[in-house]
């Protein structure tokens, strides 16, 4: 992503973050607004509580998919209807993503409204949202976002993005009719192009830290083809140097916020057979596991390859870039501390890159 | 018809035996529903759930569909005891089925393993239909024994009707005369026109491999070989992402794939 593009400034308000919550505060009434908390974790936010909001909000610790594809979604009966239940679609703020987050985001599009058919909750949840992402100022322990070849700030899959400014003003970009709409009435004034250059500045300098502590600690892989490492990898012990310490708890892909994995599986309820949408790991061993129990993916290693190959070989195909967003949380989330970067690591240093 | 994951209301018309292990059901969905030969379907037992499977019988008699299941786990176990009457569902259909106007104008060698004979005769229909576009059928089948092959009484039609049908059992019985051994072994003898052949395989993996060992040897090249790949497919919209095989779905871009075009996938064959 180039930091080069410029914004024309229409698209661009100022104002602060007090001021915005007054504005926020008016819609909380009627709206649903999610948010991480201070602790990290995202929840819902009512009309008095958003004054606690966080701002400026770090990466969350858990992520924005369940908003969208939640844990487990009941689908209604597993036969086509006469006629479907409607449901009526509240508005839904959501804030706090991060461009990791965003980057995310574009994955499940891409597999849920892709294909030969859309997923209906999905695109039903996706455009009741109003997304409000801010920037990155203090990329987390685990983060190595732009060694991957991201970015510390959104440029695009937003409705507003939140910039503070060295004033401690608030700049508020619109990136979308959505957004515009979002704001119409609050009456917040133009950016100046001051204001502007004075972004360029911050995300630039924030820039340049965050990658020399990555390029320190040999987090920069941009340049090195992940892809064909990961399709070479196939060398004895690779795998299972990693996948002896998985204990097949699936938090990875869990906390992951590209995975999009999925079981359909019917459950009586009271008023009839319901089908459900839930999440579902690769790393459990039956997930590829066929009638007779024959299973393409018997072996831990083979399933801990599967999720590299899938974010870095199987999108890099299909989306043009890998899946993995380098927001770390997988990380932090396993249970057997298999730590991504190192496998990335071990896989350049196999080469002798 | 296809709506999400949600399946058509569909009756179980009747159950053909088949063999020891293998029935074909035969269905009549509720509304509309069509496929191609080699797209596959999800079929729903409420309260105990889908599994996928291509149909066995021809697309031009979409009012009733056939599905051919051999018992190979629970859920088949289930399907194996359920009664004409009963209610099931059918989703789909998925996938992209036989490419017939690639076959067109070509000698056709259809290769078959057990019940994977099951989506070939819905392919020899489709080919049947219209048996002068192609310059030669030849179906190669095997079983285990004489008493696992399916579809007997249309095997000696099929012969009659302008197919060449060669067949072995693994085990031979006292009824037996015809060849013994894995199918794979009738291929060297097939006599085809490599330049203008394309061989269409389905059946247990072991038998793909193998059977793709032998037509390569006879001097077919990869990209005149079919293969149908099984994974593990649930959703049958390329979402769920259970069925990846290398950069593929197999419910979206499969189950029938050119062995070109997965040739050197690791793990192919598992």
Redesign the interface.
């Given at each position: 992503m180039s930091s080069g593009r410029t914004t024309s400034s229409s698209r661009c308000l100022i104002s602060s973050w007090e001021e915005f919550l007054g504005w926020l505060k008016g819609l909380a009434e009627q709206d649903i607004i999610y948010a991480p908390d201070f602790s990290g974790r995202i929840r819902l936010f009512n009309a008095e509580e958003i004054s606690f909001l966080p701002f400026p909000f770090k990466r969350s610790l858990d992520n924005f998919k369940c908003l969208f594809f939640p844990p487990r979604r009941n689908?209604g009966?597993?036969?086509?209807l006469e006629t479907e239940p409607r449901r009526e679609a509240k508005l839904v703020i959501i804030l706090g993503l991060k461009a990791c987050d965003l980057k995310a985001l574009e994955v499940l599009d891409y597999?849920?409204l892709g294909?030969?058919?859309k997923?209906?909750g999905y695109e039903q949840s996706r455009a009741s949202a109003v997304i409000i992402s801010s920037d990155c100022e203090e990329p987390g322990e685990n983060c190595f976002c732009l060694g991957l070849g991201g970015s510390i700030y959104p440029e695009e899959g937003f409705d507003l993005n939140f910039s503070r400014l060295s004033s401690g003003r608030l700049l508020i970009e619109i990136g979308s009719k959505k957004g515009e709409e979002f704001l119409a009435g609050a009456g917040f004034e133009c950016a100046s192009e001051d204001d502007l250059l004075g972004r360029s500045q911050r995300r630039r300098e924030g820039g340049r830290l965050f990658e020399a502590r990555l390029k320190a600690k040999g987090l920069d892989f941009r340049g090195i083809d992940l892809r064909a490492l990961i399709e070479a990898s196939?060398k004895d012990g690779f795998w299972e140097k990693f996948s002896e310490r998985c204990v097949e708890c699936g938090a990875c892909n869990f906390i992951c916020p590209s995975c999009?994995?999925?079981?359909?599986?019917?459950w009586?309820m009271r008023e009839g057979?319901a089908?459900f949408?839930s999440w579902?790991s690769?790393q459990y061993p039956g997930?590829?596991?066929?009638?007779?129990?024959?299973?393409?993916?018997?072996f831990r290693c083979?399933r801990l390859r599967?999720r590299y190959e899938?974010k870095f070989?199987?999108f890099k195909?299909?989306l043009g870039g890998y899946a993995c967003t380098g927001c770390g949380r997988c990380i932090e989330a396993c249970a057997g501390e298999i730590d991504l970067r190192e496998v990335l690591k071990d896989l350049r240093n196999e080469k002798g890159i | 018809?296809?709506?999400?994951?949600?399946?058509?209301?569909t009756e179980l018309a009747q159950v053909i035996p088949e063999t020891e292990l293998i029935k074909t059901l035969v269905l009549k969905p509720k509304?509309a529903f069509s496929f191609k030969a080699g797209q596959f379907v999800e079929l729903?037992v409420?309260?105990l759930?889908?599994?996928p499977f291509t149909p066995s019988s021809s697309p031009f008699h979409s009012e009733q569909i056939e599905l051919t299941i051999m018992r190979?786990?629970r859920?088949?176990r289930q399907i194996h005891g359920l009664e004409p009457g009963a209610m099931v569902?059918l989703r789909g259909p998925y996938g992209k089925g036989y490419p017939l106007e690639e076959f067109s104008g070509k000698e056709l060698l259809i290769v078959g393993g057990g019940v994977g004979l099951a989506p070939l005769r819905s392919l020899l229909w489709s080919v049947l239909e219209r048996r002068k576009e192609f310059l030669k059928v030849i179906l190669v089948y095997g079983a285990k024994s004489p008493r696992d092959l399916i579809y007997r009484n249309e095997l000696e039609s099929w012969a009659k009707d302008g197919l060449s049908v060669h067949i072995s059992v693994d085990e031979r019985d006292e009824s037996w005369r015809g060849a013994v051994g894995v199918v794979t072994m009738l291929l060297p003898g097939i006599e085809v026109d490599v330049e203008r052949a394309v061989a269409v395989v389905c059946g247990p993996?072991v038998m793909m491999k193998f059977s793709t060992g032998e037509l390569l040897a006879k001097g077919l090249k990869p990209s005149q070989i079919y293969l149908s790949m099984?994974?593990?497919m649930?959703?049958g919209?390329?979402?769920?992402?259970?069925?990846?095989l290398?950069?593929y779905y197999v419910c979206?871009d499969g189950p029938v794939f050119r062995y070109d075009k997965v040739e050197g996938i690791?793990?192919l064959w598992?």
């Amino acid at each position: 992503m180039s930091s080069g593009r410029t914004t024309s400034s229409s698209r661009c308000l100022i104002s602060s973050w007090e001021e915005f919550l007054g504005w926020l505060k008016g819609l909380a009434e009627q709206d649903i607004i999610y948010a991480p908390d201070f602790s990290g974790r995202i929840r819902l936010f009512n009309a008095e509580e958003i004054s606690f909001l966080p701002f400026p909000f770090k990466r969350s610790l858990d992520n924005f998919k369940c908003l969208f594809f939640p844990p487990r979604r009941n689908l209604g009966s597993p036969f086509i209807l006469e006629t479907e239940p409607r449901r009526e679609a509240k508005l839904v703020i959501i804030l706090g993503l991060k461009a990791c987050d965003l980057k995310a985001l574009e994955v499940l599009d891409y597999v849920f409204l892709g294909g030969e058919e859309k997923e209906e909750g999905y695109e039903q949840s996706r455009a009741s949202a109003v997304i409000i992402s801010s920037d990155c100022e203090e990329p987390g322990e685990n983060c190595f976002c732009l060694g991957l070849g991201g970015s510390i700030y959104p440029e695009e899959g937003f409705d507003l993005n939140f910039s503070r400014l060295s004033s401690g003003r608030l700049l508020i970009e619109i990136g979308s009719k959505k957004g515009e709409e979002f704001l119409a009435g609050a009456g917040f004034e133009c950016a100046s192009e001051d204001d502007l250059l004075g972004r360029s500045q911050r995300r630039r300098e924030g820039g340049r830290l965050f990658e020399a502590r990555l390029k320190a600690k040999g987090l920069d892989f941009r340049g090195i083809d992940l892809r064909a490492l990961i399709e070479a990898s196939d060398k004895d012990g690779f795998w299972e140097k990693f996948s002896e310490r998985c204990v097949e708890c699936g938090a990875c892909n869990f906390i992951c916020p590209s995975c999009h994995c999925f079981l359909l599986s019917d459950w009586e309820m009271r008023e009839g057979v319901a089908r459900f949408q839930s999440w579902d790991s690769c790393q459990y061993p039956g997930f590829a596991r066929v009638a007779g129990g024959a299973n393409p993916r018997r072996f831990r290693c083979q399933r801990l390859r599967n999720r590299y190959e899938k974010k870095f070989v199987f999108f890099k195909e299909r989306l043009g870039g890998y899946a993995c967003t380098g927001c770390g949380r997988c990380i932090e989330a396993c249970a057997g501390e298999i730590d991504l970067r190192e496998v990335l690591k071990d896989l350049r240093n196999e080469k002798g890159i | 018809m296809r709506k999400g994951y949600k399946a058509v209301a569909t009756e179980l018309a009747q159950v053909i035996p088949e063999t020891e292990l293998i029935k074909t059901l035969v269905l009549k969905p509720k509304r509309a529903f069509s496929f191609k030969a080699g797209q596959f379907v999800e079929l729903l037992v409420p309260g105990l759930g889908e599994a996928p499977f291509t149909p066995s019988s021809s697309p031009f008699h979409s009012e009733q569909i056939e599905l051919t299941i051999m018992r190979a786990g629970r859920l088949t176990r289930q399907i194996h005891g359920l009664e004409p009457g009963a209610m099931v569902g059918l989703r789909g259909p998925y996938g992209k089925g036989y490419p017939l106007e690639e076959f067109s104008g070509k000698e056709l060698l259809i290769v078959g393993g057990g019940v994977g004979l099951a989506p070939l005769r819905s392919l020899l229909w489709s080919v049947l239909e219209r048996r002068k576009e192609f310059l030669k059928v030849i179906l190669v089948y095997g079983a285990k024994s004489p008493r696992d092959l399916i579809y007997r009484n249309e095997l000696e039609s099929w012969a009659k009707d302008g197919l060449s049908v060669h067949i072995s059992v693994d085990e031979r019985d006292e009824s037996w005369r015809g060849a013994v051994g894995v199918v794979t072994m009738l291929l060297p003898g097939i006599e085809v026109d490599v330049e203008r052949a394309v061989a269409v395989v389905c059946g247990p993996p072991v038998m793909m491999k193998f059977s793709t060992g032998e037509l390569l040897a006879k001097g077919l090249k990869p990209s005149q070989i079919y293969l149908s790949m099984e994974r593990n497919m649930s959703c049958g919209l390329g979402k769920c992402g259970h069925c990846r095989l290398g950069n593929y779905y197999v419910c979206e871009d499969g189950p029938v794939f050119r062995y070109d075009k997965v040739e050197g996938i690791s793990g192919l064959w598992d």
